[in-house]
Nanobody
Framework: QVQLVESGGGLAQPGGSLRLSCAAS????????MGWYRQAPGKQRELVAS???????NYSDSVKGRFTISRDSAKNTVYMQMNSLKPEDTSVYYC?????????????WGQGTQVTVSS
């Protein structure tokens, strides 16, 4: 089993910054993708950014150049630095660990953390 514990959400002003963290514990396979998704009220959950166990990063077009995902493999922790925040970034952000590339692997989700961008 895997647990994902998120932290770092909150309120920021437009143009401000926040940093999200997601710590994974339990059985972590060697091959995985960790990422951040977000879901605003009435909208579908969407991928924001992801990073593979090999270090390859992927970003949605809406956050490219503003958000940066990174990881500390020793701590099984992924971070997302969010700069130049916009009101449309307001959402609940969910951490995801995808281990489906491994036999017996599956998806895991964090509990979600609220990010609100408002003046």
């Amino acid at each position: 089993q895997v647990q994902l514990v998120e932290s770092g959400g909150g309120l920021a002003q437009p143009g401000g910054s926040l940093r999200l963290s997601c710590a994974a514990s339990g059985t972590i396979f060697r091959v995985y993708v960790m990422g951040w998704y977000r879901q605003a009220p009435g909208k579908q959950r969407e991928l924001v950014a992801s990073i593979t166990s090999g270090g390859r990063e992927n970003y949605s077009d809406s956050v490219k150049g503003r958000f940066t995902i990174s990881r500390d493999s020793a701590k099984n922790t992924v971070y997302m630095q969010m700069n130049s925040l916009k009101p449309e970034d307001t959402s609940v952000y969910y951490c995801n660990l995808d281990q489906k590339l491994n036999i017996g692997g599956r998806d895991y989700w964090g509990q979600g953390t609220q990010v609100t961008v408002s003046s």
